[in-house]
T-cell receptor, first 114, second 115 residues
Framework: NAGVTQTPKFQVLKTGQSMTLQCAQD?????MSWYRQDPGMGLRLIHY???????DQGEVPNGYNVSRSTTEDFPLRLLSAAPSQTSVYFC?????????????FGEGSRLTVL | AQTVTQSQPEMSVQEAETVTLSCTYD???????LFWYKQPPSRQMILVIR??????QNATENRFSVNFQKAAKSFSLKISDSQLGDTAMYFC????????????FGQGTRLTINP
């Protein structure tokens, strides 16, 4: 049972480069989201999706883009990486109608922007 | 906007002791959910316990229990008979009833259980 899978686990970018963090879940969850975790700031919501074809912004969406073409996948795109985007990124999914607030997290992707 | 504050960045206790982690929050909502999530050193975060604000009874899950004080907007986590495997970062989180998956997290408390 894979749960939520994120790739890559580690990535180093140069300022201005673009990249995509992949997230896939095999639990048929309607809801998927991306958080970033920074020291002393907890986790902050970047973007989320309540189903295929539906996405919306969270607390810190600037510099990131998402799409949800299938129920399983929710990639996060960095359009032009900046040092301020150095962080650990977590993808999470849930079946919100049955279990409000119970998020299932991936193992995280550590991104460094030089 | 809702905010969640954890005022204890780090805590350390001996194995088998009881430890309480503090959390306060600010919201104008009357109905909401509160959570404690655990992030072990392996980094995959898991839900520890959930409290519905409309329930007066404090939630418990085995050795984990909460003290929910709605008027004071306080939501502390008590871990009884602490074990080495409880070593982790603990996050307090809030969500409204509508949009229950859009969690707002506190800063986290790093808990170390010493042998």
């Amino acid at each position: 049972n894979a749960g939520v899978t994120q790739t890559p686990k580690f990535q180093v970018l140069k300022t201005g480069q673009s990249m995509t963090l992949q997230c896939a879940q095999d639990m048929n969850h309607e809801y998927m989201s991306w958080y970033r975790q920074d020291p002393g700031m907890g986790l902050r919501l970047i973007h989320y999706s309540v189903g295929a074809g539906i996405t919306d912004q969270g607390e810190v969406p600037n510099g990131y883009n998402v799409s949800r073409s299938t129920t399983e996948d929710f990639p996060l795109r960095l359009l032009s990486a900046a040092p301020s985007q150095t962080s650990v990124y977590f993808c999470a999914s849930s079946r919100f109608r049955d279990y409000p607030g119970e998020l299932f997290f991936g193992e995280g992707s550590r991104l460094t922007v030089l | 906007a809702q905010t969640v504050t954890q005022s204890q960045p780090e805590m350390s206790v001996q194995e088998a002791e009881t430890v309480t982690l503090s959390c306060t929050y600010d919201t104008s909502e009357n109905n909401y959910y509160l959570f404690w999530y655990k992030q072990p050193p392996s980094r995959q975060m898991i839900l520890v316990i959930r409290q519905e604000a409309y329930k007066q009874q404090n939630a418990t899950e085995n050795r984990f229990s909460v003290n929910f004080q709605k008027a004071a907007k306080s939501f502390s986590l008590k871990i009884s008979d602490s074990q080495l495997g409880d070593t982790a970062m603990y996050f307090c989180a809030f969500s409204p009833i509508q949009g229950a998956q859009k969690l707002v997290f506190g800063q986290g408390t790093r808990l170390t259980i010493n042998p």
